[in-house]
């Protein structure tokens, strides 16, 4: 690499220096930062996370110097170096998933092991019966068998119903025959199937005797246990670039009539009987979604973190970025002002850094939720009638994990696109640097972005939760309801509706909670009336049904953040002054929200519009202004180390500038190359010093 002459060595940034106006910015706040993350972990998981930081940056295989620099095919390639050393270190250290886990966010890039390790893990461990766990499951998890979870199509994603691959039982040799009649039926998007996958769990539509029974899980070889060649009648590959995740090889699969043995099919929530060739239906349709209820709240739980990401690196750098003078400043005060001082800046960043903590308490909540109603899975649900896929059509009201499930789409939709949009912000807000990759934003959004479309398209998702709500208005209605939190907000709505409703959103946190309430029950009954009164079609109504279910998620995000400051355990565990600042962010994300959502606000009653006024005013102003000395701490809090960052803004220290003339000048690789810029000129360079960069283990 090339190196800087000692002269470019010697220089620093003009002005104050980054480190100094860091320093003074954690002086300015009181706020405990290890008390608060430790709240937000607890201390047992930040020690686990350094320990395991240690054992990767120790490890030449994880470097990242170069990230930024390599193209496609060799990022990929030092992905799969890095995900087999994982696995190594995973057994050497006797990792548990949880530490495996950490060991991934901390790379902060996926390897060609995701998808593995995930899905493909987690629908054995949940789909199988324990017969199949110990066909599939045990070799999976020593790698053996390397899988992936083959559903989605090139012609069908999130319609399930829709997939157009097949399982024919055949009863004379007890086999299914996976077969690909059209080229839309080809798998695509597929983690982990493109190079590194030779088994796979597929979903595919089940016939026996000619009746279609719907998508079911097959587990299917899909290459050679020892060259890693495709299986004949079975085409399989990388599908190429994309706008991010390019160290994953998501791949493509065809299949040309391929038997399978009959316990290929997993068999825990239904299966063919051989010797009567019946189809035996599973005792609760509903089991069938509890896997997939917890990815969603894995992900609210998640998206706090992604967001709090570059929340982080752009509030620090906005606090190191002078730029013009305060034009009120006194006429003596020499130096630009920090960005951060911007109130423009603030109205963009600060509500984005209450969102983080927000979403987290939000995701604790649906996890906690998720845990306490597990045991309600094995109970009997209701006879099927004619309903559409999903628990959300299941005795709506009383079902728990009707509650659950809905609530869950809800909140994946809308915090993974608070999220990713969120992200998008940051970048904005870090100016002409944070178009930079050096910033750390960029990829980071560019890895995440695939969230809001897998699991459910977020815009697929709202019909489920509207779906789900409109079932429990009626049931409201006619007192068959039961006592969730749902039914709870709806039967209040009905006893109070023609009172009207007079929350004071400004003065009491309590009422803000139950603005947001009564914005979803009108939104519901609104969209009741249309559809049962009106008989507006189903496809006319979908604005006002993702409407509907971002007014649901925004409700239950403001709820699960007020329980959690006002938990008594919240209080035991972090200081007052600390839960007056969370109290502050609480309010900031409401607010802020109202605010952005007046029109619904002002139209379902909720609120006037002398508060809607004052909220833009008074409130949110103020409360900008009270959180703005306390914002490097409230990101110091999340605990993100620098190397997990890889972000020359982001940096804790404040060196900005210094780390971005580094990377560009002395660890890129393209200084070592000398050009040939004349077009006549047979050669490209005149000169290339570049080193072998592979990746090895």
Not at 161 to 174: C, I, V, Y
Not at 515 to 541: C, G, I, P, Y
Request: proline content about 5%; charged content about 25%.
């Amino acid at each position: 690499m090339p190196s800087n002459p000692e002269w470019v060595k010697a220089l620093k940034p003009s002005g104050p220096q980054g480190s100094e106006l860091l320093s003074q910015e954690r002086a300015k706040s009181n706020l405990n930062v290890d008390q608060l993350a430790e709240f937000l972990f607890t201390k047992d998981v930040l020690d686990r996370n350094e320990r395991i930081l240690n054992i990767l940056t120790a490890d030449p295989v994880f470097d990242k110097s170069q990230n930024y620099f390599r193209g496609r095919n060799t990022r990929i390639e030092a992905a799969l170096a890095r995900g087999k050393r994982l696995q190594q270190l995973q057994v050497k250290h006797n990792w548990s998933k949880d530490e495996y886990q950490v060991a991934n966010d901390l790379i902060s890039e996926p390897t060609p092991y995701g998808l593995h390790a995930s899905m493909f893990l987690v629908t054995l461990r949940e789909q199988g019966t324990p017969e199949q766990h110990k066909l599939f499951l045990e070799k999976a998890e020593n790698y053996e068998i390397i899988g992936c979870y083959a559903q989605t199509e090139l012609g069908h994603g999130s319609n399930v119903r829709g997939l157009e691959t097949t399982a024919t039982w055949n009863p004379d040799d007890k086999t299914f025959t996976l077969h690909s009649p059209h080229l839309t039926a080809s798998k695509w998007w597929i983690g982990s199937l493109g190079k590194a996958a030779n088994y796979a769990v597929v979903m595919a539509q089940l016939y026996i005797g000619g009746k279609n029974y719907g998508p079911h899980p097959f587990v299917a070889q899909i290459r050679d246990m020892k060259t890693h060649q495709p299986l004949p009648n079975i085409h399989v590959g990388d599908i190429g670039p994309k706008f991010g995740y390019n160290t994953m090889d998501n791949g493509f699969l065809l299949f040309k009539n391929v038997k399978i043995p009959h316990e290929n099919m997993l068999a825990r929530f239904s299966r063919i009987d051989p010797s009567t060739n019946k189809y035996v239906r599973p005792s609760n349709p509903s089991l069938i979604y509890g896997t997939l209820t917890y990815i969603r709240s894995s992900i609210v739980l998640q998206s706090g973190s992604v967001l709090a990401r570059g929340v982080t690196i752009a509030s620090r750098y906005c606090a190191v970025r002078r730029q013009f003078q305060d034009r009120d400043a006194p006429a003596g005060e020499p130096g630009e002002n920090q960005v951060l001082n911007y109130t423009m800046v603030q109205i963009r960043l600060l509500p984005l850094l209450a969102a983080t903590y927000a979403l987290h308490f939000t995701g604790r909540g649906m996890i906690n939720m998720y845990q306490e109603n597990q045991k309600r899975m094995n109970s009997t649900a209701e006879p099927e009638s004619r309903r559409n896929p999903g628990p959300e059509e299941l005795n709506a009201g009383t079902d728990l994990l009707a509650d659950l499930h809905a609530t869950s789409c809800a909140l994946k939709a809308l915090a993974s696109t608070t999220a990713a949009e969120g992200l998008e912000v940051c970048r904005r807000a870090c100016g002409g640097h944070g178009y930079s990759s050096f910033s750390g934003i960029g990829s980071w959004y560019a890895d995440y972005l695939p969230t809001v479309t897998w699991e459910g398209d977020n815009y697929m998702l709202t019909q489920q939760v509207s779906r789900y709500l409109l079932k429990t208005a009626r049931a409201v209605l006619k007192g068959t309801a039961g006592n969730n939190d749902t039914s709870r907000i709806f039967k209040e709505f009905i006893r109070r509706r023609d009172i009207g409703a007079a929350f004071d959103v400004i003065g009491s946190d309590t009422d803000l909670v139950d603005a947001f309430a009564w914005r979803v029950s009108f939104l519901t009954f609104e969209a009741l009336r249309h559809r049962d009164e009106d008989k507006q079609s189903w496809n006319s109504l979908l604005v006002d049904f993702w409407r509907l279910s971002t007014a649901h998620g925004q409700y239950m995000i403001v709820k699960n953040f007020h329980d959690a400051l006002n938990d008594p355990q919240t209080k035991k565990e972090v200081d007052p002054e600390t839960v007056t600042l969370l109290h502050k962010l609480f309010r900031l994300y409401a607010l802020s929200t109202l605010e952005k959502e007046a029109s619904e606000f002002y139209s379902s009653a909720a609120v006037t519009v002398r508060q809607i006024t004052l909220a833009r005013t008074k409130a949110v102003m103020k409360l900008l202004e009270e959180i703005r000395p306390h914002t490097i701490r409230l990101v110091d809090a999340w605990k993100f180390p620098d190397w997990q960052l890889d972000s020359s803004l982001g940096r804790y220290d404040g060196k900005v500038y210094e780390d971005l003339f580094h990377r560009a000048s002395e660890l890129n690789p393209l200084n070592d190359v000398v050009f040939d810029p004349y077009p006549n000129s047979k050669v490209l360079f005149k000169e290339d010093k570049r080193s072998n960069l592979r990746s090895k283990l």
